[in-house]
């Protein structure tokens, strides 16, 4: 399995941009790496995902280098409402690998 | 669209008596359906997963089962609880494998905190 590593938590203000970076370094070449957001007492819910360079979409970009090794999510101008743990998973669209969640980033923002 | 429920939403049970989450599926047809635990301030715990009717794999040995008696229908059931067996449990589904659908997203349900006394 594609073993990730993030912070485990994470401090910020409002209006400011987050950057959680995940570790991967044994991504496989099919492999895709995929954020969720997940608030207390909820279901995790999908944020983005990316194979490489840059993908952007209306809440988030996803950041991938050319090695893949890593990926940074970035949160521009995060509001009290953002705050959740983030996970980033990596696996094919087929298989199992992209069913494991690690610990995740605890995001706290602050007024 | 497509929607998944899980229910019940909140439960309390003594050590030793039987359990039965059920989740259901809506709005799409042989979708890859999963369970979830996630104890107290960690991570999720893959538990089972199933890509079609009666066919469940399970991930982590333990005296919880599940099981797809029907393409949109997956349930999580225990004959004797544990204290250990406490924690908020996510129903979630795929697209299958394969189709134009299919970008390996989860989805997942309400959830539904079991409290083992």
């Known amino acids: 399995l594609a073993k990730t590593t993030q912070p485990i938590s994470m401090d910020s203000y409002e209006g400011q941009e987050v950057n959680i970076t995940c570790s991967h370094n044994n991504i496989a070449t099919n492999d895709y790496i995929t954020w969720y957001q997940q608030f207390p007492s909820q279901g995790p819910r999908f944020i983005i995902q990316?194979?490489?360079t840059k993908v952007t979409n209306e809440v988030a970009s996803l950041f991938i280098p050319a090695d893949r090794k890593s990926s940074t999510l970035s949160l521009p101008r995060v509001s009290l409402s953002d705050t959740a743990v983030y996970y980033c998973l990596v696996g094919g669209l087929t298989g199992r690998r992209a069913l494991t969640f690690g610990s995740g980033t605890r995001l706290q923002v602050q007024p | 669209s497509q929607t998944i429920h899980q229910w019940p939403a909140t439960l309390v049970q003594p050590v030793g008596s039987p359990l039965s989450l059920e989740c259901t599926v809506e709005g799409t047809s042989n979708p890859n359906l999963y369970w979830y635990r996630q104890a107290a301030g960690r991570g999720l715990q893959l538990l089972f997963y199933?890509?079609?009717?009666?066919?469940i794999s399970s991930e982590v040995p333990q005296n919880l089962s599940a099981s797809r008696p029907q393409d949109r229908q997956f349930i999580l059931s225990s004959k004797k609880l544990l204290l250990s067996d406490s924690g908020f449990y996510l129903c979630?589904?795929?697209?299958?494998?394969?189709?134009?659908?299919?970008?390996?997203?989860?989805?997942f349900g309400e959830g539904s905190r079991l409290t083992v006394l």
């Open positions: 199933s890509v079609g009717i009666g066919q």
């Open positions: 979630a589904w795929s697209p299958r494998p394969g189709t134009a659908s299919n970008t390996g997203e989860l989805f």
């Open positions: 990316g194979y490489k």
